[in-house]
Nanobody, 119 residues
């Protein structure tokens, strides 16, 4: 089983910064991918950024402003959010793909953390 704990959301002014974190706890799985999605009311959940051992991927709307990273254990993923805009306001969800010893993959979502960008 995998447990995900998100933190770091809150209220920021346009142009400000926030840093989200998501800590994954698992003893029997390896983590294949970690990332962030966001969702606003009446909209589909959209991918913000993802990271694997080999690459990172960003939504066009956040390129140059957001940075995804992991700690040296590769169990915690961060999203550094700079130059925040009101349209970044959303609930942000941590997303993790893990693999068992047979390389079968499983998907997990964090509980979500609210990010509000407003003056």
């Amino acid at each position: 089983q995998v447990q995900l704990v998100e933190s770091g959301g809150g209220l920021e002014q346009p142009g400000g910064s926030l840093r989200l974190s998501c800590a994954a706890t698992t003893s029997i799985f390896s983590i294949a991918l970690m990332g962030w999605y966001r969702q606003v009311p009446e909209k589909q959940r959209e991918e913000v950024a993802t990271m694997t051992d080999g690459s990172t991927n960003y939504a066009d709307s956040v390129k140059g402003r957001f940075t995804i990273s992991r700690d040296n254990t590769k169990t915690t993923v961060y999203l550094q959010m700079n130059s925040l805009k009101p349209e970044d306001t959303a609930v942000y969800y941590c997303y993790v793909i893990v693999a068992d010893i047979n390389r079968r993959q499983y998907q997990y979502w964090g509980q979500g953390t609210q990010v509000t960008v407003s003056s």
